[in-house]
Antibody, heavy 119, light 108 residues
Framework: EVQLVESGGGLVKPGGSLRLSCAAS????????MSWVRQAPGKGLEWVGR??????????DYAAPVKGRFTISRDDSKNTLYLQMNSLKTEDTAVYYC??????????WGQGTLVTVAS | EIVLTQSPGTLSLSPGERAILSCRAS???????LAWYQQKPGQAPRLLIY???SRAAGIPDRFSGSGSGTDFTLTISRLEPEDFAVYYC?????????FGPGTKVDIK
């Protein structure tokens, strides 16, 4: 069974940094393309970014609102995905979901971790 | 960037009725890259349909997807109590993903 468990969320001040982690199990993590999707309170879903598998080059792509501030990385030896968030803004407040990307769709989702950016 | 528009914003129906949800793209989308998700309150989204018309594993056959180009539809043939939720369409193109704003299906 695929399991994705996010951690690292919390309260941070505007301009601060936070790193989210996603522990993956139940599938071959090293072969998977992974993505982060977020959802602001009471709002819809917003794609944050994606990382390809190392076999496919390991490239990353980001949504415009987070490009230059957020960085996705992976540690295949630990089956873990990361999201480093810098220069956080109040509009980054959201639940952040870790997802497995398969065929350009989000096949599996974690339960999410809440990030609150407030002074 | 391709923008997805979903209609209606809210659909009020009774159990047993048919639900028809629309997703319209600002430019043509390959059906291969069009998916639908269901989200219930307090839960993560769940993949329902991919490739515009293929059901994901474990999804009941009362859910069906259709469409091509800029117009796509999710149909729930007979609403069950557990189907009242928010539904999102999603597309991939030009190395990015976008979601529609969602359609809420609630109990009439």
């Amino acid at each position: 069974e695929v399991q994705l468990v996010e951690s690292g969320g919390g309260l941070v001040k505007p301009g601060g940094s936070l790193r989210l982690s996603c522990a993956a199990s139940g599938f071959t993590f090293s072969n998977a393309w992974m993505s982060w999707v977020r959802q602001a309170p009471g709002k819809g879903l917003e794609w944050v970014g994606r990382i390809k598998s190392k076999a496919d080059g390991g490239a990353t792509d980001y949504a415009a609102p987070v490009k230059g501030r957020f960085t996705i990385s992976r540690d295949d030896s630990k089956n873990t995905l990361y999201l480093q968030m810098n220069s956080l803004k109040t509009e980054d407040t959201a639940v952040y979901y870790c997802t497995v990307v398969s065929g350009f769709r989000f096949q599996h989702w974690g339960q999410g971790t809440l990030v609150t950016v407030a002074s | 960037e391709i923008v997805l528009t979903q209609s209606p914003g809210t659909l009020s129906l009774s159990p047993g009725e048919r639900a028809i949800l629309s997703c319209r793209a600002s430019q043509s989308v390959s059906g291969t890259y069009l998916a639908w998700y269901q989200q219930k309150p307090g839960q993560a989204p769940r993949l329902l349909i991919y490739g515009a018309s293929s059901r994901a594993a474990g999804i009941p056959d009362r859910f069906s997807g259709s469409g091509s180009g800029t117009d796509f539809t999710l149909t729930i043939s007979r609403l069950e109590p557990e189907d009242f939720a928010v539904y999102y369409c999603q597309q991939y193109g030009s190395s990015s993903f976008t979601f529609g704003p969602g359609t809420k299906v609630d109990i009439k």
